[in-house]
């Protein structure tokens, strides 16, 4: 050092405040991290919301299906249990309608699982869906009682008019599969009259009865229909509908007269 023996030099103090260059180094990579974590955050909230922007306009219908019974409550007993038949047909159909790509779909109750009527029928229409099929298979103490028959919203409920149009495609699915046809075109309106009975009326009857009709029709805006498949009590409808290849080919009936109800919605607009 010019001007000073080196022996004693000593290296200047640092203030009280001063830190070590190391330390500055340390706290630099610390604000690099703390950057990089804001950013994939941020990245991560861009991309969640154009997923939620994509799934709500790629796939513009909701699709909501109810397999009757459930859990302890089998339904109605005969060659079959009923609910093996309302759950292999609505998972045989939630595949189809997922596999199709254009529909979200809502189950009212897991498989297996036991739910009253009142937590199913409220489950969806909190879902606001734009279809409503509720799967049931039919019994009968006499077993050459057959064939198919649904249900839609009855006459005086707000949905009545669509659902009644989707009950037609319904049964005129089944009746191009081979399923006869109960009444006068496989739709009747059910009911509970003032002494909890049920009332079936042919289609042809559009009274408008102060009566309730099935639970899980109520209150809803969509078109709602509830499907009798087949009587269980009966060989040859649980052959043609009630087995594992009657059930597919069932879901299948179903499948086309949502696509048809929605495909004809989509040209009347």
């Given at each position: 050092?010019?001007?000073?023996?080196?022996?004693?030099?000593?290296?200047?103090?640092?203030?009280?405040?001063?830190?070590?260059?190391?330390?500055?180094?340390?706290?630099?990579?610390?604000?690099?991290?703390?950057?990089?974590?804001?950013?994939?955050?941020?990245?991560?909230?861009?991309g969640y919301c154009g997923f939620l922007v994509y799934y709500s306009t790629a796939r513009p219908y909701?699709?909501?299906?109810?397999?009757?019974?459930?859990?302890?409550?089998?339904?109605?007993?005969?060659?079959?249990?009923?609910?093996?038949?309302?759950?292999?047909?609505?998972?045989?159909?939630?595949?189809?309608?997922?596999?199709?790509?254009?529909?979200?779909?809502?189950?009212?109750?897991?498989?297996?699982?036991?739910?009253?009527?009142?937590?199913?029928?409220?489950?969806?229409?909190?879902?606001?869906?734009?279809?409503?099929?509720?799967?049931?298979?039919?019994?009968?103490?006499?077993?050459?009682?057959?064939?198919?028959?649904?249900?839609?919203?009855?006459?005086?409920?707000?949905?009545?008019?669509?659902s009644m149009v989707f009950a037609q495609l319904i049964a005129g699915e089944f009746q191009t599969v081979?399923?006869?046809?109960?009444?006068?075109?496989?739709?009747?309106?059910?009911?509970?009259?003032?002494?909890?009975?049920?009332?079936?009326?042919?289609?042809?009857?559009?009274?408008?009865?102060?009566?309730?009709?099935?639970?899980?029709l109520k209150h809803m805006e969509c078109p709602a229909v509830l499907a009798e498949q087949c009587f269980?009590?009966?060989?040859?409808?649980?052959?043609?509908?009630?087995?594992?290849?009657?059930?597919?080919?069932?879901?299948?009936?179903?499948?086309?007269?949502?696509?048809?109800?929605?495909?004809?919605?989509?040209?009347?607009?």
């Amino acid at each position: 050092m010019k001007g000073k023996n080196w022996r004693e030099y000593e290296p200047p103090k640092r203030g009280r405040h001063e830190k070590p260059e190391k330390h500055r180094r340390k706290r630099r990579r610390r604000g690099g991290i703390l950057r990089r974590i804001l950013l994939t955050a941020v990245l991560f909230a861009i991309g969640y919301c154009g997923f939620l922007v994509y799934y709500s306009t790629a796939r513009p219908y909701t699709i909501a299906l109810d397999a009757g019974h459930g859990g302890e409550d089998v339904g109605a007993e005969g060659i079959i249990q009923e609910i093996e038949l309302t759950e292999r047909t609505t998972m045989e159909l939630k595949e189809l309608l997922e596999a199709d790509g254009r529909f979200r779909i809502v189950l009212s109750r897991k498989e297996g699982e036991g739910k009253s009527i009142t937590e199913r029928n409220e489950k969806l229409r909190k879902r606001e869906p734009d279809i409503l099929l509720s799967i049931h298979g039919n019994a009968s103490d006499d077993p050459s009682a057959n064939g198919f028959e649904c249900y839609p919203s009855p006459p005086g409920y707000a949905n009545h008019d669509a659902s009644m149009v989707f009950a037609q495609l319904i049964a005129g699915e089944f009746q191009t599969v081979g399923a006869r046809l109960r009444g006068t075109d496989g739709v009747r309106f059910g009911y509970y009259d003032e002494n909890d009975e049920k009332v079936l009326l042919d289609s042809t009857d559009t009274t408008v009865y102060d009566y309730d009709t099935f639970g899980i029709l109520k209150h809803m805006e969509c078109p709602a229909v509830l499907a009798e498949q087949c009587f269980i009590t009966n060989a040859a409808d649980v052959e043609g509908f009630g087995t594992e290849d009657g059930c597919k080919k069932a879901a299948a009936a179903y499948y086309r007269a949502i696509c048809r109800y929605l495909e004809n919605l989509e040209q009347d607009t």
